[in-house]
Each structure stands twice: as structure tokens, then as C-alpha cells.
């Protein structure tokens, strides 16, 4: 188990991260999710022993990680490009831990990993023959191959395109479920981190500002901006905020705040708005309307109701895609 | 954890800065000392006194008009020549870009008597009335320095990325305008670096000036010499030998600024070598004017030591495992030639060690301003060998290194050591872009798949400096085959390397010693082209930013 | 500054260095064997000009019980300044080649001991003026002498020059190459020849000189070599500043006369000495050494190796020397002691006359 107590890392004289203490049981997955400059890689650096701590205590099962040096921890590290070694070929790149660690039978289990990922057969090929989603592959499997105690994973999807991000995000959680590894990874995307992990830290100028059961995080986010980042399309207040909670039949609050898809096109719907402008997706039909005492606000409609510009429409408020914001 | 970082950063400086700091500060400033403390006590008023001489200003005017001049014209042509040489594909580029490296290696003694043949009144170039002009100091001075900026830049431009130049030409702009807009900005690191190496090389020049200049014209590095051997006036000796130095680091600082880091995390596509075009037309006559400037002089000496008694022969070449007429050698030209190439050994392994740290140690990442700094300026102080003259650091090891346990003035170890100095910035400008081009994270990956330190230096840098590593041994190779500066004060009798004996040879008189140090010429320079192009042949591809 | 304290030393230095294991075909290994500590050596410091057959080498080992280890590096000046800036703590135990216009600065420094030598017969003449306590003696001397190509002369129905005055009559424009005052020794003996001539009017006559067209050059080899038509280049000068000895060595195959020769009224004479150092750490050896040197086989060599004349009387000269170099009876000279305390401002007010 990792354990973070008060950790503070400085970088050039600048604090990064700031009295962060984070606990991770093994065989959880857990994500740092935060915008770029919160200090979330920072604190990846840190656990894997490429940056000092300034105040604070790195441990794994108890026993305090400074002065182990990198090569030590057992803590593998995958990085947002991967950074295969270019001269080696996929099986020599996977097998590189192996190799070090002298293991019988490397060969075997280069090829067991090479499968696990999808990459059975690519182990004479250089990595500059490979795409994007295929290096990326590459490099978990060899960040998998010494079983390490813990995988860092370091943005390990942002560089891929979005569709072949997704299915990777979902192949990933499925690997490492597998291999039942403990794993923390960083990213500044909602999704890939819904999908990865199991639990959820929200970083902000360099301290957590939320940390919980990613389903817990997600519906109720500590504050505006975490629930800006956590995908939430806009926060209300006031008498917004309350006109929308009570066409939820939920008690009024200060401040909610409501994903894109949360008002839908609804006969019975509980708002009345007009149609500013709408636009069809394969999914559904995007709007935005002009609702009395909300302004112009997004949502969604099924695509066999396509209204145009200037027609009034009805709106449903779906409960469970609201957020109230506590304090705000 | 916190302390391993620097004592990491002061493990790998020792060995290079004990080394340098004993075979070179000590030296060099026990003779700054001898001037500055001329009667045991501090008397900065004589230092002060000779910069007010008119003579001073002189002479420190016509250095650096002169090394500007020089180094102007070595950009100039060497510019086209690099693209040439490193962009276009044609038969026979490897020899020529040998054949241009040759100079690098000659000894200033002996392309000296080959220019003034040249130029001189009854030379086929005679009636230009060059010999003991300006003119002719500028032109030795760019024949020795050109190959410096032909690899230098030309290595950049082979790596360099051709998209941001097809971008521009998609956006309607001129080959031209590609050159001036996105291409010369780009070689801008590439180019100020090998300028600044060269303007070193031009202001420290000695031979060129004094044999070239027919004793019209003063350098600071001249005139330190005569200044030292001749007069012993050690304070003024000292004065200017302290100008340089501020000089030396100044121009170092100014360089190190305009030498802006490219972003070594970008993937790079790299251009293929295409075959010359229409367009090429005035970079290769450029390229071909130069290889006829470098080709001229050799050429002299070629056809001198084929002289024999006013006929053609070989007997020059015979006689060089002879003694000379008259016993002018104690060894035969061909034990020294023996000598020469296990001293360049040495020097080479020893330069490349040090070299290779000194490059490890100022690439590895900073992380606060104060590493930053103490990397920097390590950077430069291993630059400083350039910046001062040899006669200064000779007469600093007879007085510094004469007490044990470091009495070292009579020591083997000497030669190859102060030609190591000699080479060890060339090497470390090659090693340094490469390895700052390897993305750091290459090393972290490494280390938290369980390598340690010395793993993830052979896993990640090996395989990419490897080749410029050997390419450095090659420059180091060649520059100590070629030293004469240092190497002539502290040879052992028995043991003199090549140029020694060349310029032994021609300190005697005889037809037969004049033919035989013209051919020892040629054959030290066949010797280097030949370790120039099987370097070559390596293809290193990327290699010598300066 | 025991010698094992040498060795020590270096192999310091090399285990510092030893980063990196040394290739088989290097010298460094082989090297360091022969700095193995003895203390039956005698070290002779040097210029770049010394040389003695290897069989006289022998002899003087076999004689002496010494080994002779020969240090050489620069030139006669190099080498003066190298004895003052490592007074009392020398590099070897004698020197050789410090000439009379270097003599006063080491001297002055303390740089010899006295070593109350047995000088050969005709040598007498050539000690030192105000060496009172024999720290200097006398092996060879040579003449600094304009030279000129009699072929040259014999072609262009011309007269050569016979004296100083001679190189600036405007018949003679454009001929005369020279080696520099500041850059050469052989340069430095003309600038003194025409001091000990002209006085305080030398300054005037450099200036005629320059402007009857003499060029000047870095090095002697440069003047001879390249510019002198006799010098195997394409020279296109037929004076050139040499030496006496130097028509000797343009005798053509099977000719019984030289193409060149010296001018004995333009002559300056140049007297090399050898030295026991102060701090010598074997004396004895340094004594026998120059003993050695005045010896009759070792002047006899003088010629052929040097390219000198002995200092002794009675030695026979190699056949083309007896024939072809001939020395002046009434050289040019300038007092040590003057040349010590003027040397600088001469060079200086030389070197404004010739690039003026």
C-alpha cells in the first residue's frame, strides 16, 4: 500500500505540490485527475523518485521510500508517449525489466505480454514501425512486464486520438484488472479517468482539493471548478440554480451544477424555453434554448425531435445528473 | 535523497576539473602570478601600464579585425559548402568532405611555407602581390578554420526538419526567402556556435600570422610569445594573457546565449540527401571554389616534396626513415610518425573520457537555477583551453609543476595531456547536442523498469552517442596528430611526433631536409585524411554542433 | 624533487586519467617504464638546435658511468627564459646553448654556478666578457652573415654587395630577405651587427633598408627556404641573411665551387655556451659533460651536427667546410651587458622602424 503524508514538492524554488496525503490500497486503481500545471505529474515524479520531496513522507507497506533511489522502488513508469527505446525491438524493449532482473523464461513471458496487449507476432518490429496506440501498448507491457509493485501512469492515453482512446482506456482498465495491478495514474481527462479507476483525486494548484470513490467524486464535486473539470458543462446559482432543482424535485441550494445532458426535450417537461439554435449528432440532437430565469442553456433531445430555431419547447431535469455544490 | 543529486553532479566533475585545474589553472596562472607579483609583491600598475601602450592597442585592433575577417569568410563559404556536403547527394562526397578536414591537422609551420610558395614573389600566384598581406593571414586563416564550420553546421542542417521550410514554400515563399526566413533561423545555434569556435581559433592564431604576415602584423597571441620567450616580460606577458582570457569568456557567454537549446522532446523527420538541381548551381561552384583554396597549398607541398636535384622522384619519401643530411634528426621521421600515432592515441582516450563526462555532466536536467548555473559555467571553463596561448601554458608547467609530489615537467604523460586539453573542446561541442537531444524521461523510463545509473546510461545514451563518440575520437585524433604549439615545449627528445621533426626539419639547412619535411607534410596529412575518412565512413549521421 | 617522486606523480596522473582502459597501440604503458628513478643520469637542458652523433653519446656514457637524458625544446631564447623562470629548482643538471646575446639575462639570474673549468687551447677567446667567475663556457661559435647567390650575381652582370652600406644602394632593391629581430635569433644577431656598426644611428639605417625593399620573414627557414634563390623553393632573392657556414651546404654534385657566398664585412659573431645548473642534482655529471664538450671529438663533430665552428684550436673542419665557409677575421659585437639592458627597447624601436 502507498501512503502519502503531507508531501510537498518545490520545483526551481516554486511550490508544485503542496501537503498532499493520499492513501492507495493494493489492487485499486487510482487517478489524479487535474488541469496541466496543478503539479499532478509533479507528484507522479515524486512517488517514483525523480523529484525530492521538500516536507513529508513517501512510504509503501509502512517503510519511507526517500533515499531509494528510482531503480529501487519497484515502482514502473509509463510515460504519455511511451518513451520506448528506439533501437530495441518490441520484444527486447518489453523484455528490457527481464533481462535486467536476469528471469528464466523472459522469452515466454514477453510473448504472454505482447498477447495480453493485443500485440501478438510484433516482436521483431522496431518501434518506428508502430502507430501511436500500438507504442502505447508496447509500453505497458513492458511496464507490466517486472509485475511492479505499483504502475505509474503518466497521462498514458492524451497523446492518441479520441476514438482510440476510449478503446484503450477500456482495454487498460481490463489489463490491469487482470494482472490485478495497484496503479496510479494522472490525467487531465474525466473520461479516461471514469474509466481507468476506481477511485479519484482532484488536484488543484498543486494541493487535492476532493479525493474519493470516483462515483462519490463525480456526484458530488467539492466545488465549482472541480466540477467544471469533472465535466459538468456549467454551475448555477442562485435563483438559477434553485428553478432548476426544483424542476428536479430536489430542495433548493446555493449553487448546482448541471451536465449537458442533464435538461432533455420532454412533452411533460417541467421548463418552458425557446429554441436559439440546434444541431444533430449521431447521438442526439444538441440544443440551446433560452429558458426564463435560466438564460440560454444546453440540452439534449432525442433525434426524431428536431426543433428549429425560434419554436418553443418543453424541458425534463434529470436528478441524477445534477450536482449540488456544498458552500458555493 | 536530497543530497545524492549534487554529490552525483560533483562525483563526475572531479576527475575533469582535477585535471584541468592541475594541467591547466595551475600553469596558467603561476604565469599570470610571475606578472602580476613580479617582485614578490602585488604590482598591478605594470599590467595596467602596458594595456595603455599604443603598441597594445595595435595589435589587440588587428586581432580582432583580423579574427572577425576570418571568421566572416569561413561562415560565408562554409555555409554553401555545408549544404552541399550534407544535403546533396553526389559521387564523391565523403572524400571531399575528408579532403576539407585535412587543414584542421597540418602544422601553421608547414602550410605557412606552403602559402608563402604560393604567394610568394616567384609563386604561381605571385603576381596577386598577397605575400605578407592582411589578405594572406585571412586566407590561412579561413584554409584551417572552414572545416569547423563545414561540420558543424552542415551536421545541423542534416538533422534539421525540412517541414517548417515546405511549409513556408507552400505559403508562397522563394527558395531564398526559405533560406532567409526559416532555414538560417533554424542553423542559427548550429552557426553561432561554429563562429564562435572559429573566431577562438582565428584569435589565437600563431603560425598563420607570424610566417604569413612577414612580421607587418602583431596578434595578441604573438605577441605574448615573443613577449615570453624573447623579452621575459612577464607582466606584459601577463596583461595580455588576462585580456584574452576575459576575451575568451566573454565571447563564450555572448555565444552560450545566442546557442538557444531546441526542444529535445520533438520528433523530428529528417531529409533525405537529394541530388544536386539546377538550383544548386552556385553552392557547388562555391564548394568547388573552396576545396581549390584548400587543395592549392597541399598541392605546393605535394609537388615540393616530389623534387628532387631540379628532377622528379621519390627520394624525398625514401629519406624519411633516415636520420636527415647532416644528422638533422636523431630519429628517422618514420619512428616519429610511430610516436605521433600512439600520442594521438592518448590523447584521444584521454580527451574522450574527460570529454564524455564533462558532456554527461552538463546535459544531465537541471532542477534549480544554482545547478543550472554551476553546469553552465563548467560548460565554459572547459572552453578555455582554446583561449590561451601554448607557449603561456609550457612555461606555466616549469613553474608550477615543479614540486612533489607534482613534479611533473619532465613527465611522458605531459604531451598527450596538454593535447587532450587541446582537444577536449572539440569533443565535448560534439557529444553535448547529442546528448542534450535525448529526452530525459528516455532515462526515467529506464530507471523505473529497475535500471540503475550506469544501466540507463548504456541502455538510452550509448546506442545514440556512439557513433558521434567515435567521430569526436577522430577530431581529437587529428588534432593531436597536428599539435605543435604545446608539443614542442614538452616532447622528449628521444620521442618528437611528425611536426617536431618537420619543423626540425626545416630549421636546417639542406635541399634534402627541405624535401623531406615537405614530404613528412604530405604524409602526416594522407595519415589524417585517411582517419578522417574512415570516420566517414561510420555515416554518423548527426554530428558536431559546435 | 626526488625522481621517485616524479614517477609517483605521473602515475597518479595516469590512474587519474585511466577512465577509460587505454588501447593496446598506446604509448602510455611503454612510457611510463622508461621513467623508472636513477640517479646515474645527467639531464642536459637544450634548444631545438642540439644534436651529437649517437657514437659520442656513447662514449661520454661509457667515460662518465652516466646515462645522458637530452631535454631540447625551443629555441636559444625559449631556452634562456626557461633556465631564469626555473632558477635553483632546473629541469636537469646543465645546460647547453645559451649564446652571448642570452648570456647576461641568465647571469643576472643566477641561473649557472661557477664551474672553474679547463678550457681547450684557442678557446680562451671566446669566453664571456665580465664572466669573472666561470659560470659560462665557451663550445662553439658561428657567424650571422649576409649571404649571396654568385650565380645569380654572375647572370644579371651584376656586382654582389660586400657590405651593410651595400644593402640599401638602390642597385640591390628588392633582393635582400632577412628573417625578423623579434621572431629569430639569426634576425636578432643582424639587428645587433648593424647597432655595433651604425650606434645610435642604426634606427636610420632600417629605415633604408625597408625602404630599398628588404623583406622581412617569421623564421630563418621561411628567408632561406622560400624567398632565397638558392634555398631549393622558387626564392626569387638573391641575399639572404645566413651563415658562414651555410655556402658549404650549396656546393652542386660534382662542382668545386659554391653557388653562394658570405659576406665577411656584414658578420656577427654568435659564441654558445654550456653551464652547470645552479641546483643541479649531479653536479659531477654536469662537470664532465662540459668537459666533454670541449673535448677534440666533440668539436670536431661540432661542424657536422651543429653546423658550427669549434671553439678549440687545431681541429680539423669536414672537407667542405675547409674549402667553402669561411669565417671573418673582425666580426661585429655588441657587449652582453648592453645587450642585456637594451634588448627591449631595441626590439620595440626595431619593430616601429620595420613596420612603419
Redesign the interface.
Known amino acids: 500500500m502507498l501512503t502519502l503524508e503531507n508531501v510537498s514538492v518545490s ?3 516554486k511550490a508544485a505540490v503542496v501537503d498532499v496525503s493520499l492513501d492507495l490500497p493494493d489492487g485499486e486503481v487510482l487517478a489524479v485527475l487535474g488541469p496541466s500545471g496543478c503539479g499532478k505529474s509533479t507528484l507522479l ?1 515524486a512517488v ?6 521538500g516536507a513529508g513522507r513517501i512510504s509503501w507497506d509502512g517503510s519511507d521510500l ?2 531509494v ?11 504519455q ?1 511511451g ?1 520506448l ?1 528506439t ?1 530495441l525491438t518490441v520484444a527486447r524493449n518489453v523484455g ?2 527481464l533481462r ?2 536476469r528471469t528464466p523464461d523472459a522469452a515466454k513471458r514477453v510473448g504472454e505480454l505482447l498477447e495480453l496487449v493485443g500485440l501478438e507476432g510484433y516482436g521483431d518490429r522496431l518501434p518506428g514501425t508502430l502507430s501511436g496506440g500500438e507504442r502505447q501498448r508496447v509500453a505497458l507491457a ?2 507490466l ?2 509485475e511492479p509493485r505499483l504502475l ?1 501512469l503518466d497521462e498514458p492515453l492524451s497523446a492518441l486520438d479520441a476514438g482510440l482512446r476510449e478503446r484503450l482506456a477500456g482495454e487498460l482498465r481490463e489489463i490491469l484488472r487482470a494482472a490485478g495491478t495497484t496503479a496510479l495514474m494522472v490525467t487531465h481527462d474525466h473520461e479516461e479517468a471514469f474509466t481507468v479507476a476506481d477511485r479519484l483525486a482532484v488536484m488543484q494548484d498543486g494541493r487535492v482539493v476532493q479525493e474519493g470513490v470516483i462515483a462519490e467524486v463525480w456526484r458530488a464535486p467539492a466545488d465549482p471548478d472541480t466540477a467544471l473539470f469533472l465535466g459538468y458543462a456549467r454551475v448555477l446559482r442562485g435563483d438559477a440554480a434553485t428553478t432548476v432543482l426544483t424542476a428536479a424535485g430536489l430542495p433548493g441550494a446555493a449553487a448546482v451544477a448541471v451536465r449537458r445532458s442533464a435538461l432533455s426535450v420532454s412533452a411533460d417537461g417541467a421548463l418552458a424555453g425557446v429554441v436559439v439554435s440546434s444541431r444533430a449528432t449521431p447521438e442526439q440532437v444538441r440544443l440551446v434554448v433560452d429558458v426564463a430565469g435560466l438564460g440560454e442553456i444546453d440540452a439534449v433531445g432525442p433525434l426524431d425531435v428536431h426543433p428549429g430555431p425560434g419554436e418553443g419547447i418543453r424541458l425534463a431535469v434529470d436528478p441524477t445528473r445534477l450536482a449540488v455544490i456544498p458552500g458555493a | 535523497m536530497r543530497w545524492s543529486r549534487p554529490l552525483t553532479l560533483a562525483g563526475l566533475a572531479v576527475v575533469p576539473v582535477l585535471v584541468l585545474g592541475l594541467f591547466f589553472v595551475l600553469p596558467v596562472s603561476g604565469m599570470l602570478a610571475r606578472g602580476l607579483w613580479p617582485h614578490g609583491s602585488f604590482e598591478p600598475g605594470g599590467v595596467l601600464e602596458v594595456l595603455g601602450r599604443p603598441r597594445v592597442h595595435r595589435v589587440v585592433w588587428f586581432t580582432l579585425w583580423s579574427a572577425s575577417a576570418g571568421t566572416l569568410v569561413s561562415v560565408l563559404l562554409g555555409l554553401p559548402a555545408a549544404y552541399a556536403l550534407h544535403r546533396l547527394d553526389f559521387r564523391g562526397r565523403g572524400a571531399v568532405r575528408a579532403a576539407l578536414l585535412v587543414p584542421f591537422v597540418l602544422p601553421t609551420v608547414v602550410v605557412g611555407v606552403a602559402f608563402r610558395e604560393l604567394l610568394g614573389e616567384g609563386g604561381p600566384l605571385g603576381f596577386l602581390g598577397l605575400d605578407g598581406s592582411p589578405v594572406a593571414i585571412v586566407a590561412g586563416l579561413v584554409f584551417f578554420n572552414v572545416s569547423v564550420v563545414i561540420r558543424a553546421v552542415g551536421a545541423a542542417w542534416e538533422s534539421l526538419d525540412p517541414r517548417p521550410g515546405e511549409a513556408a514554400a507552400a505559403l508562397g515563399a522563394r527558395p531564398v526567402q526559405v533560406l532567409r526566413t526559416v532555414t538560417l533561423p533554424a542553423l542559427r545555434p548550429a552557426i553561432v556556435s561554429a563562429a564562435s569556435v572559429v573566431f577562438l581559433f582565428c584569435a589565437t592564431a600563431f603560425g598563420v600570422v607570424l610566417t604569413l604576415g612577414g612580421l607587418k602584423y602583431s596578434s595578441v597571441e604573438t605577441e605574448i610569445y615573443l613577449l615570453t620567450t624573447n623579452l621575459l616580460d612577464l607582466p606584459a606577458a601577463a596583461a595580455l594573457s588576462i585580456l584574452q582570457l576575459v576575451a575568451v569568456v566573454s565571447l563564450l557567454v555572448v555565444a552560450g546565449r545566442l546557442r538557444a537549446v531546441p526542444d529535445p522532446s520533438v520528433a523530428r523527420a529528417v531529409a533525405r540527401p537529394r541530388r544536386p538541381a539546377r538550383g544548386d548551381r552556385l553552392v557547388l561552384a562555391t564548394t568547388a571554389l573552396l576545396l581549390v583554396l584548400v587543395a592549392a597549398p597541399i598541392a605546393t607541398l605535394v609537388t615540393g616534396s616530389l623534387q628532387v636535384e631540379g628532377g622528379w622522384g621519390l627520394a624525398n619519401y625514401r629519406a624519411l626513415a633516415t636520420n636527415g643530411t647532416h644528422q638533422a634528426l636523431l630519429v628517422p621521421v618514420t619512428e616519429a610518425l610511430v610516436t605521433s600515432l600512439r600520442t594521438a592515441v592518448d590523447a584521444t582516450w584521454m580527451s574522450l573520457s574527460m570529454g564524455l563526462l564533462v558532456a554527461v555532466l552538463v546535459t544531465r536536467r537541471s532542477r534549480t537555477r544554482t545547478e543550472r548555473r554551476v553546469r553552465g559555467a563548467l560548460d565554459g571553463f572547459f572552453m578555455l583551453p582554446l583561449g590561451v596561448s601554448a607557449v603561456t601554458l609550457g612555461f606555466g608547467f616549469l613553474i608550477t609543476l615543479n614540486h612533489p609530489p607534482i613534479d611533473l615537467r619532465d613527465s611522458p604523460l605531459l604531451v598527450p595531456i596538454a593535447q587532450a586539453l587541446v582537444a577536449l573542446p572539440l569533443v565535448v561541442r560534439t557529444i553535448v547536442p547529442v546528448l542534450a537531444g535525448i529526452d530525459d524521461r528516455q532515462r526515467q523510463a529506464a530507471a523505473s523498469l529497475g535500471a540503475g545509473p550506469l544501466r540507463a546510461l548504456w541502455t538510452v545514451d550509448l546506442p545514440v552517442v556512439w557513433k558521434p563518440l567515435l567521430a569526436a575520437s577522430g577530431f581529437a585524433f587529428a588534432a593531436s596528430l597536428g599539435e605543435f604549439g604545446a608539443t614542442s615545449f614538452l616532447v622528449r627528445d628521444e620521442h618528437p611526433t611528425v611536426p617536431v621533426v618537420i619543423f626540425r626539419l626545416l630549421g636546417h639547412p639542406g635541399a634534402m631536409n627541405y624535401g623531406m619535411a615537405l614530404a613528412a607534410s604530405v604524409v602526416l596529412a594522407a595519415t589524417t585524411a585517411a582517419v578522417m575518412f574512415a570516420v566517414e565512413r561510420l555515416r554518423v549521421p548527426s554530428v558536431g554542433a559546435f | 624533487m626526488s625522481s621517485s617522486f616524479r614517477a609517483l606523480a605521473a602515475k597518479l596522473a595516469a590512474t587519474l586519467l585511466l577512465t577509460v582502459g587505454a588501447s593496446s597501440c598506446s604509448a602510455v604503458g611503454e612510457k611510463s617504464a622508461d621513467q623508472t628513478p636513477s640517479s646515474d643520469e645527467v639531464v642536459l637542458v637544450t634548444h631545438d638546435s642540439f644534436g651529437l652523433p649517437k657514437k659520442l653519446v656513447r662514449q661520454f656514457e661509457a667515460e662518465s658511468g652516466y646515462t645522458l637524458v637530452v631535454h631540447r625544446s625551443g629555441d636559444a631564447g625559449t631556452l634562456a627564459n626557461k633556465l631564469v623562470l626555473t632558477q635553483g629548482n632546473p629541469t636537469g643538471d646543465v645546460a647547453f646553448g645559451v649564446d652571448n646575446t642570452f648570456a647576461s639575462r641568465t647571469l643576472d639570474a643566477d641561473v649557472f654556478a661557477p664551474y672553474a673549468h679547463s678550457l681547450p687551447a684557442g678557446a680562451d677567446d671566446f669566453a664571456l666578457p665580465g664572466d669573472d667567475d666561470q659560470r659560462l663556457t665557451p663550445v662553439d661559435n658561428g657567424n650571422v652573415c649576409v649571404n649571396v647567390d654568385d650565380t645569380w650575381f654572375a647572370d644579371h652582370d651584376l656586382a654582389p654587395p660586400t657590405s651593410l652600406d651595400d644593402l640599401t644602394d638602390p642597385a640591390y632593391e628588392d633582393l635582400f630577405v632577412l628573417p625578423g629581430a623579434a621572431t629569430s635569433s639569426t634576425g636578432m644577431a643582424f639587428l645587433l651587427a648593424t647597432v655595433a656598426a651604425y650606434g645610435d644611428a642604426w634606427p636610420d639605417y632600417w629605415a633604408d633598408l625597408m625602404g630599398n625593399g628588404a623583406k622581412l620573414t617569421a623564421g630563418w627557414e621561411d628567408a632561406y627556404y622560400v624567398d632565397f634563390t638558392q634555398g631549393g623553393g622558387k626564392g626569387e632573392r638573391p641575399i639572404v641573411l645566413s651563415y658562414d657556414s651555410s655556402p658549404a651546404f650549396t656546393v652542386p654534385k660534382g662542382s668545386d665551387t659554391s653557388n653562394t657566398s658570405a659576406l665577411l664585412d656584414t658578420c656577427f659573431e654568435q659564441v654558445e655556451y654550456a653551464g652547470v645548473l645552479e641546483g643541479a642534482e649531479n653536479v659531477d655529471g654536469a662537470e664532465q659533460l662540459i668537459d666533454f664538450l670541449g673535448s677534440p671529438e666533440v668539436q670536431a663533430a661540432l661542424p657536422e651536427s651543429m653546423y658550427v665552428f669549434p671553439v678549440a684550436d687545431g681541429i680539423d673542419l669536414p672537407a667542405d667546410w675547409a674549402s667553402y665557409a669561411v669565417q671573418p677575421s673582425d666580426p661585429y659585437a655588441v657587449d652582453p651587458a648592453d645587450i642585456a639592458a637594451h634588448r627591449d627597447d631595441w626590439l620595440r624601436e626595431w619593430s616601429d622602424v620595420t613596420t612603419r
Not at chain 1, 517514483?48 to 520531496?53: I, N, Q, S, V
Request: charged letters at 20%; hydrophobic letters at 40%.
Open positions: 520545483y526551481d524554488g515524479r517514483a523518485g525523480l523529484e525530492p520531496t526517500a533515499g533511489p528510482t531503480h529501487k522502488r519497484g515502482f514502473a513508469l509509463m510515460f508517449d518513451q527505446f533501437h528490457y525489466a535486467l532482473r513492458r511496464s512486464a517486472v505509474l
